[in-house]
C-alpha cells in the first residue's frame, strides 16, 4: 500500500493547527479555493503516480541491476545515511534545474503556482514529473543503492519538507543555516528579485550556502508568492499543461530550428528573437498586481466543501486499492477522480459550464455503477453500493440547487 496513505491524516491535523493558530494570531491564512485547488493537484499527482511512478522506479531498477559499480547492503546504517545525503544533494540540483530548464519547469511550475503560502501549497504538486525527474538520481543506481533504499529515503525527503511550508513559523537561528526551514523556503517561493530562485534544499539548506543559491529571509521585504506569469485559473489540467502549452506554441510559430529546440532547454521566460520581438511584456512588477481569487456564492463553496470531502475520500480509496486494481479499472478511476476535481474547480472559478461538469462527471459515475455493479472494481456489498447510488443522486440534486442559489447572487467569473 502507498505509504503516503498513513500520511495523509497528518498532513490535515497540521493544516488544522496551522489555522488554528493563524486564528489566534487574526492573520488571513489560507484562501478556501486556492487550498481546495492545491489538495486537490496533491491528490491529482499521487493518484496519476499510481502509474508514472512504475516508470521511474522501472528505470532505476533497470539500471541497479546492470549497470551499479557495488553492492550496498541494506542493513547497513551508513548505507542509509550515505543514501539520504546523496539523495538531498541531488534533490538539489534536480530542484535547481527544474528553475533553470524550461521543460522541467513546466513540470515543477505547479508547485509554484500558488499565491498563497501555507501546508496546502506543500501538497501543491505536479503529475508530469516523472517524465524527466529520473534522470537526476541514476547516479544513487550506478553506485548501488538498492530500490528500496532508494524509495526511502526518497519518501523522508519529500515528507520533511512539508512542515516548512507555513508562515506560521518565523525564524529559527541555527537550525536556518543548516536546514531548510519555513523562513529558508518563503524565500525560495517569492517572486520578488532578491529572492528569485533561490533555496532549493530539501532538507539541507548547506546545499545553497556552497553553491552559491542562498538568501536570507528580509523582514523588510515581504515575500509575494506565486510565479511571474500567474496561473488566473485553479483549473487542475490547465495547472499541469500551462507552460508545456506555453514552450509548444513558441516552438510552433518561431522560424529557426534551432529556436524550435532551444524553447524548450533554455531558462523559463526565454522567448526566440522573432516572437520577443513582436510580443514585448511589460516589465515585471509583483507589487501591483492583484490575487486570482473570483467571487463566488456561499452555496457554491459549501457544495464544493462536501464534494471535495468526499473526493479526498475517494482518493485515498483509489491509492488504497491501487494495487488489486486491474489496469482498466484503475485507469477509469483515475481518470474519474481527475474530472471531478476539474468540475469543483470550475465551479470555484464561476464558470458557467461548472453545472454541467458536474452533473456529467456524476452520471457518468452512476452509470458505471449501474452497469457493473461495482464502485471501479471494489467487491462491496449491496447495501454500500446503494448508498454510493444514492449519494451520487443526491448530489446531482445539490448541484442544481446551488446552481439556482447562484443565479440569484452576482459573481465575478473568469471565463475565457
Request: charged fraction near 15%; proline fraction near 5%; hydrophobic fraction near 50%.
Amino acid at each position: 500500500m502507498n505509504p503516503i496513505i498513513y500520511a495523509i491524516p497528518v498532513f490535515f491535523a497540521l493544516i488544522g493547527i496551522e489555522l488554528w493558530v493563524a486564528h489566534r494570531r487574526r492573520a488571513n491564512a489560507y484562501n478556501f479555493a486556492d487550498a481546495v485547488c492545491s489538495i486537490g493537484l496533491g491528490a491529482m499527482s499521487q493518484v496519476s503516480g499510481i502509474f508514472s511512478k512504475l516508470v521511474m522506479l522501472g528505470i532505476y531498477v533497470a539500471v541497479y541491476e546492470h549497470l551499479r559499480l557495488f553492492s550496498l547492503d541494506l542493513r547497513s546504517v551508513a548505507a542509509w545515511l550515505s543514501g539520504l545525503l546523496l539523495y538531498d544533494f541531488l534533490y538539489y540540483w534536480h530542484h535547481r534545474m527544474g528553475h533553470q530548464v524550461g521543460v522541467l519547469w513546466a513540470a515543477h511550475v505547479v508547485h509554484h503556482q500558488s499565491e498563497e503560502f501555507n501546508l496546502s501549497t506543500a501538497l501543491r504538486q505536479t503529475s508530469s514529473g516523472f517524465l524527466f525527474g529520473w534522470l537526476f538520481y541514476l547516479p544513487m543506481a550506478v553506485l548501488g543503492f538498492p530500490p528500496l533504499l532508494f524509495v526511502a529515503v526518497g519518501l523522508i525527503d519529500l515528507l520533511y519538507q512539508y512542515w516548512i511550508h507555513t508562515e506560521q513559523i518565523g525564524k529559527l537561528g541555527w537550525f536556518d543555516r543548516v536546514f531548510a526551514s519555513p523562513s529558508n523556503h518563503r524565500v525560495h517561493h517569492g517572486v520578488n528579485d532578491r529572492y528569485l530562485d533561490k533555496n532549493y534544499g530539501g532538507i539541507l539548506i548547506l546545499w545553497d550556502r556552497l553553491f552559491g543559491t542562498y538568501a536570507d529571509e528580509d523582514a523588510d521585504e515581504p515575500v509575494i508568492y506565486g510565479t511571474r506569469s500567474p496561473l488566473r485559473r485553479y483549473d487542475p489540467v490547465w495547472s499541469n499543461l500551462e507552460v508545456y502549452a506555453a514552450l509548444a506554441r513558441d516552438a510552433w510559430r518561431t522560424r529557426r530550428w534551432r529556436d524550435k529546440l532551444a524553447v524548450w532547454w533554455k531558462p523559463p521566460g526565454w522567448r526566440p528573437g522573432d516572437l520577443a520581438a513582436s510580443e514585448a511584456k511589460p516589465a515585471f512588477d509583483p507589487y501591483v498586481r492583484s490575487k486570482y481569487a473570483p467571487r463566488v456564492a456561499p452555496a457554491v463553496q459549501i457544495h464544493v466543501g462536501v464534494q471535495f470531502l468526499l473526493l479526498m475520500l475517494i482518493g485515498a480509496d483509489c491509492l488504497a486499492r491501487a494495487e488489486q486494481l486491474p489496469l482498466a479499472w484503475g485507469l477509469g478511476y483515475a481518470a474519474w477522480a481527475t474530472a471531478s476535481l476539474v468540475a469543483l474547480c470550475a465551479w470555484l472559478e464561476g464558470r458557467r459550464r461548472a453545472l454541467v461538469f458536474d452533473l456529467v462527471r456524476l452520471a457518468v459515475a452512476l452509470a458505471a455503477l449501474g452497469f457493473s455493479g461495482r464502485w471501479f472494481g471494489a467487491q462491496w456489498g449491496g447495501a454500500v453500493l446503494l448508498a454510493i447510488a444514492a449519494a451520487l443522486a443526491a448530489s446531482m440534486v445539490a448541484a442544481v440547487l446551488v446552481a439556482f442559489a447562484a443565479t440569484r447572487r452576482p459573481t465575478v467569473a473568469s471565463e475565457p
